[in-house]
């Protein structure tokens, strides 16, 4: 392990940043990530660290740093990034978070360090590796800041599959998904209408993404296997 401290090992989360953002008597601009994240790394067995967003280039040694890396949820990818127009229902940019994210999951490539992409994690693994992504697409959500829940049936003989075979209720809060998929990437898992609901690195790097919200349930199988592969 590269970062790990008291025989656990250091896993690195991605962070909102936020214009404004309220706590206690104060409202300013703030880094900030669902408490549910570390929550779950805890529960896998790691230690959480926040990653808020940097300058692109100190991405290499931040991973360096790290023994596994999370990239959470969030905003709409702007479509730049994959080489099309904006939908009208695609959301407005953060760009700072796409730079960087992109870096980190870049760095991590590099350096095979296990790498979990959660719903907009896993667009923007598609994403580095020359995919494209959906824009808009229904019935992933049960309203307006309310998780939908649906089955993913995992692809048999990939990792996800390895890590939970049978089909699976998950927590869901999207309206993009993965279009073409990138360089290298195979799917491994899918929603009942068809949607990718997981995609993979296969061989020796244990890169993973999924588009539901594991922090928002009750499985630890996925964020254990990336402990694992950590350790």
Same mark, same amino acid.
């Given at each position: 392990?590269?970062?790990?401290?008291?025989?656990?090992?250091?896993?690195?989360?991605? !962070?909102?940043?936020?214009?404004?953002?309220?706590?206690?008597?104060?409202?300013?601009?703030?880094?900030?990530? /669902?408490?549910?994240?570390?929550?779950?790394? *805890?529960?896998?067995?790691?230690?959480?660290?926040?990653?808020?967003?940097?300058?692109?280039? =100190?991405?290499?040694?931040?991973? #360096?740093?790290?023994?596994?890396?999370?990239?959470?949820? +969030?905003?709409?990818?702007?479509?730049?990034?994959?080489?099309?127009?904006? =939908?009208?229902?695609?959301?407005? /940019?953060? *760009?700072?978070?796409?730079?960087?994210?992109?870096?980190?999951?870049?760095?991590?490539?590099?350096?095979?360090?296990?790498?979990?992409?959660?719903? *907009?994690?896993?667009?923007?693994?598609?994403?580095?590796?020359?995919?494209?992504?959906?824009?808009?697409?229904? +019935?992933? !959500?049960?309203?307006?800041?309310?998780?939908?829940?649906?089955?993913?049936?995992?692809?048999?003989? !990939? *990792?996800?599959? $390895?890590?939970?075979?049978?089909?699976?209720?998950?927590?869901?809060?999207?309206?993009? %998904?993965?279009?073409?998929?990138?360089?290298?990437?195979?799917?491994? #898992?899918?929603?009942?209408?068809?949607?990718?609901?997981?995609?993979?690195?296969?061989?020796?790097?244990?890169?993973? $993404?999924?588009?539901?919200?594991?922090?928002? $349930?009750?499985?630890?199988?996925?964020?254990?296997?990336?402990? !694992? %592969?950590?350790?």
């Amino acid at each position: 392990m590269s970062g790990g401290v008291v025989g656990k090992p250091l896993v690195g989360i991605s !962070t909102y940043l936020e214009e404004s953002a309220r706590w206690g008597v104060w409202e300013m601009p703030a880094a900030l990530l /669902p408490a549910s994240y570390p929550r779950l790394i *805890r529960a896998g067995g790691g230690l959480a660290a926040m990653l808020p967003p940097d300058a692109p280039e =100190h991405a290499e040694a931040v991973v #360096a740093r790290l023994d596994a890396l999370v990239v959470a949820g +969030g905003p709409d990818v702007e479509p730049v990034r994959y080489g099309a127009e904006r =939908h009208p229902r695609t959301g407005p /940019p953060a *760009r700072q978070r796409d730079t960087w994210e992109l870096a980190l999951i870049e760095a991590a490539l590099a350096s095979g360090t296990p790498l979990l992409g959660v719903c *907009r994690g896993m667009q923007l693994l598609n994403v580095a590796l020359g995919g494209s992504l959906i824009q808009h697409i229904d +019935g992933h !959500t049960s309203g307006v800041g309310v998780f939908g829940e649906h089955a993913v049936k995992p692809v048999p003989g !990939t *990792r996800y599959a $390895g890590i939970v075979p049978e089909p699976a209720s998950v927590p869901s809060y999207h309206h993009q %998904a993965v279009d073409r998929l990138g360089d290298g990437l195979v799917a491994s #898992a899918h929603a009942e209408d068809g949607i990718v609901e997981a995609v993979e690195l296969p061989g020796g790097a244990w890169a993973l $993404g999924v588009q539901w919200h594991p922090e928002m $349930g009750t499985c630890t199988r996925l964020v254990r296997a990336l402990v !694992t %592969a950590a350790s």
